[in-house]
T-cell receptor
Framework: DGGITQSPKYLFRKEGQNVTLSCEQNLNHDAMYWYRQDPGQGLRLIYYSQIVNDFQKGDIAEGYSVSREKKESFPLTVTSAQKNPTAFYLC????????????FGPGTRLLVL | RKEVEQDPGPFNVPEGATVAFNCTYSNSASQSFFWYRQDCRKEPKLLMSVYSSGNEDGRFTAQLNRASQYISLLIRDSKLSDSATYLCVVNREGAGSYQLTFGKGTKLSVIP
């Protein structure tokens, strides 16, 4: 099946802990994106990557880090510096000249214990 | 003016009704426009792109008014399965930028 996968579906973080959210795509898309969604809010862009080994900060990058070592993978680390990490995290791919539309993975819900 | 503004609803309509959602955007340089659908606690899924000439996909019709910076979505003959939140989405800058700005969404409930 072609698509975007995210894991885990639910993640619990303790105070002071870093956690990493996985995002994988087999759509051969160059661009990948991480968004955060809070209740009653629109999606907000955390980081994006237009090509392997390159990524850019979005609107709310503080407290997050990413890597893009492979075209298929774009993991997001939520660091202890992110003071309000509880949210629904969505990964997307696409959104370039050759693939204008962005397609989303099923998301990861992060909860702070 | 917010970047992408939508009426949050909820819109509660009976099955078979016609319902219209509106959206305004602030960036006059935006070139790409979309409607996404998001079911409760799920990821957004593309419903349709919006073209300058307007476009239709079955019961769904999207319109774009660049002069007024206004996008609309019309759903005819509403089904129970249409119940969801509808997100208006606009690209941020001129052609060549593929960062998207999402509205907060309009919630639709179709009632039997």
């Amino acid at each position: 099946d072609g698509g975007i996968t995210q894991s885990p579906k639910y993640l619990f973080r303790k105070e002071g802990q870093n956690v990493t959210l996985s995002c994988e795509q087999n759509l051969n898309h160059d661009a990948m994106y991480w968004y955060r969604q809070d209740p009653g809010q629109g999606l907000r862009l955390i980081y994006y990557s237009q090509i392997v080994n390159d990524f850019q900060k979005g609107d709310i990058a503080e407290g997050y880090s990413v890597s893009r070592e492979k075209k298929e993978s774009f993991p997001l680390t939520v660091t202890s510096a992110q003071k309000n990490p509880t949210a629904f995290y969505l990964c997307a791919s696409g959104g370039t000249a050759n693939q204008e539309t962005q397609y989303f993975g099923p998301g990861t819900r992060l909860l702070v214990l | 003016r917010k970047e992408v503004e939508q009426d949050p609803g909820p819109f509660n309509v009976p099955e078979g009704a016609t319902v219209a959602f509106n959206c305004t955007y602030s960036n006059s340089a935006s070139q790409s426009f979309f409607w996404y659908r998001q079911d409760c606690r799920k990821e957004p899924k593309l419903l349709m792109s919006v073209y300058s000439s307007g476009n239709e996909d079955g019961r769904f019709t999207a319109q774009l008014n660049r002069a007024s910076q206004y996008i609309s979505l019309l759903i005819r003959d509403s089904k129970l399965s249409d119940s969801a939140t509808y997100l208006c989405v606009v690209n941020r800058e001129g052609a060549g930028s593929y960062q998207l700005t999402f509205g907060k969404g309009t919630k639709l409930s179709v009632i039997p």
